[in-house]
Each structure stands twice: as C-alpha cells, then as structure tokens.
C-alpha cells in the first residue's frame, strides 16, 4: 500500500530558530507520486503550502522548502527562521490527483 | 476564483440517526470531488471521490455513502450513525497536481 510517516506529533521551536519536520514516504500503487506539504493555521482550513511533482526537485513557500528526495524516499520540511505565525499542524502528503495519501500532521508550536 | 462550502459547520447527532453532509463547489466546471474523514487525532483518509454527475467511487467502507446530483455538489449521508462516525469531514476539489479544501464539517456523535 501506501504510506506518509511523520514522526513527530508535535514540535517546539523558540522564534527565529530553525525547523525541519520529517516525512518519509513509501507507494506500491503510484507510480512517480507527488509530493505535498498541507497547513493548518488554528480556526483556518486545510491549505496547499508546497508541492514537488518531479523528484529532485525543490518547492518553496512562506520560507519554507522541501526537497523531493526519490533516493531516501523523504520530501522534510525546513525554515532557516521560525515565527510565531507559523504555528500550526503540518501534512505531509502524496499522490496524483485522484488519490492523495496523508500523514498524521505534525503540530508546530513556535514559542516567542 | 473557485470557491468549495460545506455545510453544516458542525453536527452533533445521536447514536442511529440519520446524517447527511453537503459540499458545493462554485467557478469550477466538472470538478474532481472527495470526501475525507479525520478521526480525532488521526490521520485525513480519504473516503469517496467522483470525477462525474452521478458517479461516486469508495476508497474506505465506514458505513457511509456519498452522491453527486448535481456538477457542484456533493453529498455524503448514512440512515444511521455510529459512535465511530464522529470527527471531521472534509471535502476537496482536485486540479492536475493537488487537491483544495473545503473548510470542514465537525461532527460528534453521542
């Protein structure tokens, strides 16, 4: 089948410090997925933050990127500098158009 | 712009009654529609999609059915729920590369 792990639930930053947030993937049924980060601001709906359709490659937003990594079958999401505004849960996800595979989120709690 | 609602915001419903769920999707022509399901602190799977008017795919069984009468909307309903129903249904359009999101219905079920 397949699969998004994230390892962490949840995750602590203090403001301007860095953040990754681990994803790993693993698919039998689609071939050349792409990969996606989803965001969930508190009181907001679910929202695209980034995509990758071709492995190798990099997305970036709001000062986030990933890289889609086809090799260690990860697409990790990073930032040089955390604010409090980012707080939110993150979605690690995969998959064509009509099928699209999420993992657990992962909540990023950004301290002051 | 395309715009996706769903109706209601939230639901609190007894154990065996009826429910149904609406998702209207405006400024998209024949879009791609899901439905999603997140159990309290699970993971979003999805449970239905359809590509067409009156045709309706299930990807997870949990006792539930869905339909499409009209291109912009979506249903998803059952006759009678169960405890494990509750959580929060989302509903999604998909373009070539990724899907948008409904803002959620929240359901609990007592």
């Known amino acids: 089948g397949d699969s998004v792990t994230q390892t962490e639930g949840q995750v602590t930053v203090s403001e301007s410090k860095s953040l990754i947030i681990n994803c790993t993937y693993s698919?039998?049924?689609?071939?050349?997925?792409?990969l996606f980060w989803y965001v969930r601001y508190p009181g907001e709906g679910l929202q695209l933050l980034l995509k990758?359709?071709?492995?190798?490659q990099k997305g970036s937003s709001r000062g986030f990127e990933a890289t889609y990594n086809k090799e260690t079958t990860s697409f990790h999401l990073q930032k040089a500098s955390v604010q409090e505004s980012d707080s939110a849960v993150y979605y690690c996800?995969?998959?064509?158009?009509?099928?699209?595979?999420f993992g657990t989120g992962t909540r990023l709690q950004a301290s002051p | 712009a395309q715009t996706i609602h769903q109706w209601p915001v939230a639901e609190i419903k007894a154990v065996g009654s009826p429910l149904s769920l609406g998702c209207t999707i405006k400024?998209?022509?024949?879009?791609?529609l899901y439905w999603y399901w997140q159990a309290t602190g699970g993971t979003l799977q999805q449970l239905f999609y359809?590509?067409?008017?009156?045709?309706v795919e299930s990807v997870v069984q949990l006792n539930l059915s869905a339909s499409r009468p009209k291109d912009d909307q979506f249903i998803l309903s059952t006759e009678k729920l169960l405890l494990s129903h509750s959580g929060f249904y989302l509903c999604?359009?998909?373009?070539?590369?990724?899907?948008?999101f409904g803002p959620g219905t929240r359901l609990t079920v007592l």
């Open positions: 999604a359009w998909s373009r070539t590369y990724e899907q948008y």
């Open positions: 698919t039998t049924s689609i071939a050349y997925p792409n």
């Open positions: 990758v359709i071709t492995a190798g």
């Open positions: 996800a995969l998959g064509r158009s009509d099928k699209v595979v």
């Open positions: 400024g998209k022509s024949s879009p791609n």
């Open positions: 359809s590509i067409t008017v009156g045709q």
